[in-house]
């Protein structure tokens, strides 16, 4: 057993070593905006829609969880928008069997959702509690899943962190949290491992170090400027490669799994391709933001570029080692090659310039980078204050990826557009222009040899969007937050994500003008059913308030009369 451990193990590092030595030059002249392709995926390609614990679960307090930064970040007023919090969000802890009936209506192959680490393990650690309660929930879920044909892709860590091992370790700014997830990991491999094949360990780490410990706009809202990030980043990453190896020297000979980790990155497209000072700006964006993460893991060490670029701040300020942290020699080796394949998540594009921020403004990430974000303000921009729709850029990002990491196994795990919060109308026409886009621009990489498998719309329900609260709706199911069951309502995009589906792409121009005709009209229905909850609103009132008030006052309207009737007979 140990010596076929060894030769998998090895061929595994072969393979991507192969990977590696593949790995070729980006061409930032090439034109890749080009106009609609029509045609298919190849068989098998894999379509889904994500969530996430935190943002969908609700019952925050129920059945015996522990509390989360989350939690205790929302729960503190001025940190989220409108003081909302996702306590009750979506109430998907008890709306299971209504939500895999919708995704049964979208004909989903996959549904990516995160584990809540404190649902499981209320005090952090798997020496204290395992709370069989929240273990069931996620066994319910994920039996009914498969019993449905609707493959579970699961997230280990969607920033919902035990709030116990924040305040009692720093949270990760403590090279502790490794063994801790760890374990936390360990735990669900032997509870869930037997039906989840694709795990992934951790979700956006980018915004777990720099909007958790360097901004502070996240939980656990700590501003530890220029190295907060740096040190938590550095902890994320060890902690995906010991789950990795965890995985790999104790579970994937049995349960034949793959564990990756999911990535979030805008694109950066030099502002002249010609100018190598914005090229290089457009590299450096790169590298700082996937590249610090995904460069250790395909290349075994932080990019040469943070390295330098942070190294000359540091010591232009007086310090006496850089304040990004340093692989030792063995880590370097045990970090490289830890990953089966790599999850990608994406959502708009900015242009980038050569920018130098003098060492004396202080500390900061985003200083150290050197370089400005701009955006065309002829970019569709659906209302929100980051997200503009680029889909050229989605087909620059992925054979960006190609190129710098030779051509990894890869699946979208997040890509999808907002509306406003008070926009009710379900024909969300925007969302459905946003889906075809950059599902064909996804399609063109394909057909350029990016390895692509499979596509995760995000998000399969309106929900609680971070510091943000309830204000971006990136649902394809429009949620009635107003309403205390959350009843769900499907807009226009669902109809026509169906029909992609479906189809496995876009066969036609003509079957493609069909499928918006279709959704919008299935919309019309949809927008009545929501013109119509004011008054289920009033009819729930009148039932759960009039109804029983009338029948306390007969009550004791009928005692009156008795007792008028007694006297008298007295």
């Not at 404190?118 to 009914?144: A, C, M």
């Not at 491992?193 to 979700?203: C, E, I, Q």
Request: hydrophobic fraction near 35%; glycine fraction near 8%; charged fraction near 25%.
């Amino acid at each position: 057993m140990m010596l076929r451990r060894e030769t998998l193990r090895l061929c595994h590092t072969f393979t991507l070593l192969m990977c590696m030595s593949a790995s070729e030059d980006f061409d930032w002249t090439k034109n890749h905006r080009t106009s609609f392709y029509f045609g298919t995926f190849p068989t098998g390609f894999s379509w889904g829609a994500g969530s996430s614990a935190y943002q969908t679960e609700g019952a925050w307090n129920t059945d015996g969880k522990g509390m989360s930064i989350w939690d205790v970040f929302s729960h503190r007023k001025g940190n989220i928008l409108s003081n909302e919090t996702g306590d009750f969000s979506c109430e998907s802890y008890h709306k299971v069997k209504d939500d895999i009936g919708l995704m049964r209506e979208l004909k989903l192959n996959h549904y990516r959702f995160s584990i809540s680490w404190p649902r499981i393990l209320p005090r952090g650690t798997i020496s204290e509690h395992v709370n069989e309660k929240g273990i069931q929930f996620y066994n319910d879920l994920i039996n009914k899943l498969l019993d449905n044909k609707i493959t579970p892709m699961v997230t280990l860590y969607h920033w919902d962190l035990p709030q116990v091992l924040q305040e009692k370790y720093g949270g990760w700014q403590n090279v502790s949290m490794v063994d801790y997830f760890n374990d936390f990991a360990s735990l669900c491999f032997e509870r869930f491992g037997d039906r989840v094949k694709h795990w992934m360990t951790f979700n956006n780490p980018w915004s777990v170090a720099v909007e958790g410990y360097e901004t502070g706009e996240h939980a656990p809202g700590l501003k530890l400027k220029g190295t907060g990030a740096y040190r938590a980043a550095h902890h994320l990453i060890k902690a995906h490669a010991k789950v990795w190896h965890t995985y790999d020297t104790k579970w994937k000979s049995k349960q034949k799994g793959l564990v990756g980790i999911s990535l979030t990155a805008d694109w950066g497209e030099p502002v002249d391709t010609s100018n190598q000072g914005d090229i290089r700006a457009a590299e450096r964006y790169f590298q700082f933001y996937l590249g610090w993460f995904a460069g250790p893991l395909f290349h075994g060490d932080y990019p040469q570029v943070m390295k330098e670029y942070i190294g000359r701040k540091s010591g232009q300020q007086g310090l006496g080692a850089s304040r990004l942290p340093v692989f030792s020699a063995q880590e370097k080796t045990y970090i490289r090659g830890a990953c089966d394949f790599l999850g990608l998540g994406h959502f708009t594009t900015r242009y980038i310039t050569q920018k130098n921020y003098p060492s004396g403004l202080g500390d900061s990430y985003f200083a150290d980078r050197d370089l400005a974000e701009l955006v065309d303000p002829k970019w569709p921009d659906p209302g929100s204050e980051w997200l503009y729709s680029v889909p050229w850029g989605f087909r620059r990002f992925l054979n960006y990826v190609k190129s710098e990491y030779g051509n990894p196994m890869i699946y979208v795990t997040e890509n999808g557009v907002p509306e406003k919060k008070y926009c009710t109308d379900l024909c969300d026409a925007w969302r459905m222009q946003y889906y075809k886009d950059y599902i064909n621009e996804m399609l063109k990489a394909v057909r350029d040899g990016v390895n692509v498998k499979g596509y995760t719309a995000w998000s399969l329900l309106d929900s609680f969007e971070w510091d943000e609260g309830y204000s971006q709706r990136f649902g394809l199911f429009f949620v009635d937050f107003s309403n205390k069951n959350k009843p769900r309502y499907p807009k226009a995009s669902v109809q026509f994500y169906k029909r992609i589906i479906s189809s496995n792409g876009f066969p036609n121009q003509r079957e493609m003008e069909s499928w918006k005709r279709k959704a919008e009209e299935a919309c019309f229905s949809s927008n009545q059913l929501l013109a119509a909850d004011p008054l289920r609103g009033h009819m729930e009132m009148v039932s759960e308030i009039v109804v029983p008030t009338v029948c306390t006052l007969c009550v004791l309207l009928s005692a009156i009369f008795f007792m008028f009737l007694l006297r008298r007979r007295l």
